[in-house]
């Protein structure tokens, strides 16, 4: 059984920064792309960020500039580090192992003042 575990979620001002991770132990985790999808009250998930098996990052344009994916193979885990966040940002954030049905629980992101 896969399991893919995000943390690091919060209430957050506007211009605050989080850095939630996403763990996958027991997992291959270095032949697959990660990525993340956060999902807004009522709204579909949507990408933001992925990271290839072959460290090349990609961004949605709304998040350009402001995150930024990273992955350690060693700990199988992969980090999304937000800056700058906008109350447009709040969602629930999930981790995703590309190609795949495996998906974390995901985190509550809030962004208010």
Do not use: H
Request: hydrophobic share 30%.
């Amino acid at each position: 059984q896969v399991q893919l575990v995000e943390s690091g979620g919060g209430l957050v001002q506007p211009g605050g920064s989080l850095t939630p991770p996403c763990a996958a132990p027991g997992f291959s985790f270095s032949y697959y792309d990660m990525a993340w999808y956060p999902q807004a009250t009522g709204k579909q998930r949507e990408f933001v960020a992925r990271i290839s098996s072959g460290w090349i990052p990609n961004y949605a344009d709304s998040v350009e500039g402001r995150f930024t994916i990273s992955r350690d193979n060693g700990i199988r885990t992969v980090v999304l580090q937000m800056d700058s966040l906008r109350p447009e940002d709040t969602a629930v954030y999930y981790c995703n192992a590309e190609s795949t049905d495996y998906w974390g629980q995901g985190t509550q992101v809030t962004v208010s003042s």
